[in-house]
Structures are given as structure tokens and as C-alpha cells.
T-cell receptor, first 115, second 111 residues
Framework: DAMVIQNPRYQVTQFGKPVTLSCSQT?????MYWYQQKSSQAPKLLFH???????NEADTPDNFQSRRPNTSFCFLDIRSPGLGDAAMYLC??????????????FGPGTRLTVL | DAKTTQPTSMDCAEGRAANLPCNHS???????VYWYRQIHSQGPQYIIH???NNETNEMASLIITEDRKSSTLILPHATLRDTAVYYC????????????FGPGTRLSVLP
């Protein structure tokens, strides 16, 4: 089945140690998104790619970077994780087929723990 | 900020219809209403969306008032698996346009 895959599902890192989370999709969607979801809060958009065009949300910290080497893969890099970056990180894709036709499909998420 | 308001939590008896309201009084003419749900420890799941007409799919029905200032998501026969946080979102629906998730409604389906 076509899907959004996130690896790993659980990631533990140390304070200040760079970490990369990965997302892949078999849907061939042209838009990919990264969200951060802290405990008991709603998901919050960090940035998205429209094809290779990167779009950063205004309040996303510089500590968060992203790469999209091809249509299928997108990476979230956290350069120096702090304790406050512990969260669930969600990847999503959409097709951008026209107005109102771009529902987002989410992966299962990667839960990041910072020690 | 989210453009919608929803009740914090609701209960529903298993097998009964679950009616989840959403207020979006500042919705613009070209904004759609989307509904997603998030089961514990999973990614959000798309349910349904609409512009002004009522919509129905295999999961749910969406009823939008004539003035479009509010809507109701209906799960016709709720099951225990429908226990989740339900998010109502309004957006134009073009690519990349931010999905701003509000706090949502925590629906508990009770046996």
C-alpha cells in the first residue's frame, strides 16, 4: 500500500548531539511537511517542501533544518537538540492537485527523547 | 492561531452517532473545512473536508451550516476504535498552506 514511512519510530539522543529523522513516501506526492507535536499539544508545522522549493515557518528555530534529496525522501536535522525539543515529529505529504484537493497524509511519527 | 473553536472533550456511547461541533465564524469564502483525527501515539488521519455543501464518505458525514460559520462532523455508529482527538481546521486548500491545528476535541467512545 502507498504510504508515508518514518524511521526510526523512537529516537534517543543526547543534549547537543545532532540527530536526523527520516521520512519516505510511496505516494509520489510533490509536497512534504514536517510537524512537531509536544506532549498533549496539537501538531505545529515547522516547514514544508513543494518539490524542491523549501518553505520555512517564521517561528521555526534555526536549530531545525531539512533536506529533500528527491521526491520520495525528506530529512529533518536537529543540529543541537535541547531538552525542549523532545517531541513527536510527524511527516506528512500532499498531492497539490488543486484547491481543496490537497488533504495531507501523515506518517506514524518519530518520538524523540533528549537526555 | 487556529481559526476554529471546539469543545475540549466529549463522550459517546458505542453504537450511537457521535456529533462533533466546530465553530469557524471568521471563515472566508474560499476556505475549506477539514477534519482530521489522531488516535493515541499515531499520526493524524484525514477524515473529510468540504466547502459549503454537506459531504459524506465511508468514515463520516460533514454538515456545514448555510452561513458556513459552523460545522458538525458525524460518525454514524461510533466504535471504541473511534476514540481519538478530532481536529477541525479551516484553510484555503492550496499547496503548502498551513494546517493550523487547534487543541481539538477528545472523543471518548464508551462501551
Amino acid at each position: 500500500d502507498a504510504m508515508v514511512i518514518q524511521n526510526p519510530r523512537y529516537q534517543v539522543t543526547q543534549f547537543g548531539k545532532p540527530v536526523t529523522l527520516s521520512c519516505s513516501q510511496t505516494l509520489n506526492h510533490n509536497v512534504m511537511y514536517w510537524y512537531q507535536q509536544k506532549s498533549s499539544q496539537a501538531p505545529k508545522l515547522l516547514f514544508h517542501y513543494y518539490d524542491k522549493d523549501f518553505n520555512n515557518e517564521a517561528d521555526t528555530p534555526d536549530n531545525f533544518q531539512s533536506r529533500r534529496p528527491n521526491t520520495s525522501f525528506c530529512f529533518l536535522d536537529i543540529r543541537s537538540p535541547g531538552l525542549g525539543d523532545a517531541a513527536m515529529y510527524l511527516c506528512a505529504t500532499s498531492r497539490d492537485a488543486g484547491q481543496g484537493l490537497d488533504e495531507q497524509f501523515f506518517g506514524p511519527g518519530t518520538r524523540l527523547t533528549v537526555l | 492561531d487556529a481559526k476554529t473553536t471546539q469543545p475540549t472533550s466529549m463522550d459517546c456511547a458505542e453504537g450511537r452517532a457521535a456529533n462533533l461541533p466546530c465553530n469557524h465564524s471568521t471563515i472566508s469564502g474560499n476556505e475549506y473545512v477539514y477534519w482530521y483525527r489522531q488516535i493515541h501515539s499515531q499520526g493524524p488521519q484525514y477524515i473529510i473536508h468540504g466547502l459549503k455543501n454537506n459531504e459524506t464518505n465511508e468514515m463520516a458525514s460533514l454538515i456545514i451550516t448555510e452561513d458556513r460559520k459552523s460545522s458538525t462532523l458525524i460518525l454514524p455508529h461510533a466504535t471504541l476504535r473511534d476514540t481519538a482527538v478530532y481536529y477541525c481546521i479551516v484553510r484555503v486548500g492550496f499547496r503548502g498552506q498551513n494546517f493550523v491545528f487547534g487543541p481539538g476535541t477528545r472523543l471518548s467512545v464508551l462501551p
